[in-house]
């Protein structure tokens, strides 16, 4: 088990950019594959971006590539995405997640993932 603590949610204008970092816990996290998911209240979470344990490997999903870049510092038990040209559709709940993976391994599925952070919130302001 990883405790995870997101953290750099806020308010956010239609094309701006914000940077969310998760923090984990204990030192076992270059072992572990991290992605990050967001949810909007009523619908169902889905996949942003994940990240390989050694920082090689990472995927987008097509909606946010290009605009999105998920990076990881395993000296410091931090994953990172920063996020650019904001959509107002994507004001939603941000989460962090964990799963112990091999070399090189990651997965994009909600399912796939045994730890979770609480979120940070992303807001939309006019």
């Known amino acids: 088990q990883v405790r995870l603590v997101e953290s750099g949610g806020g308010l956010v204008q239609a094309g701006g950019s914000l940077r969310l970092s998760c923090a984990a816990s204990?030192?076992?996290?270059?072992?572990?594959?991290m992605g990050w998911f967001r949810q909007r209240p009523g619908k169902e979470r889905e996949f942003v971006a994940t990240i390989s344990r050694g920082g090689t490997n990472t995927f987008h999903s097509y909606s946010v590539k290009g605009r999105f870049t998920v990076s990881r510092g395993n000296a410091k038990n931090t994953v990172d995405l920063q996020m650019n040209n904001l959509k107002p559709e994507e004001t939603d709940d941000y989460y962090c997640?964990?799963?112990?993976?091999?070399?090189?391994?990651?997965?994009?599925?909600?399912?796939?993932?045994?730890?979770w952070g609480r979120g940070t919130q992303v807001t939309g302001s006019s």
């Open positions: 997640a964990a799963r112990e993976a091999t070399v090189g391994d990651i997965r994009a599925v909600v399912s796939e993932y045994e730890n």
């Open positions: 204990g030192n076992t996290f270059r072992t572990y594959n």
